[in-house]
């Protein structure tokens, strides 16, 4: 999971805008991706939680709230993954 400040809200914005079934986000959202660890991430991230992936659960209409299900019906409802924290990375500001 990443966390990102303020400067990269048109970034952010971008990801929750455009599918990743039409193009590639990774490469398309102006940031640098880093794959030297467990899963990759953005180095503009102010914050970083790396996961082991330990389980995955799909979520069912009737589980989840109807106020929420209407943001997922026209791309479907997404998958739930549960993790394991391997390491938390925190942006050095000087």
Not at 5 to 18: A, P
Not at 24 to 50: Q, R
Not at 57 to 77: A, L, M, P, T
Request: hydrophobic content about 30%.
């Amino acid at each position: 999971m990443c966390f990102m400040d303020q400067e990269h809200k048109n970034q952010l914005g971008y990801f929750g805008r455009v599918s990743g079934r039409n193009e590639n986000k990774m490469e398309k959202c102006g940031m640098t991706v880093n794959n030297e660890d467990v899963a990759p991430y953005f180095e503009e991230s102010s914050v970083v939680i790396l996961c082991k992936v330990m389980g995955k659960s799909d979520f069912d209409q009737k589980s989840v709230d109807e106020n929420v299900y209407e943001w997922y019906q026209e791309e479907g409802v997404h998958s739930q993954y549960y993790g394991e924290i391997v390491k938390v990375l925190v942006k050095n500001y000087k």
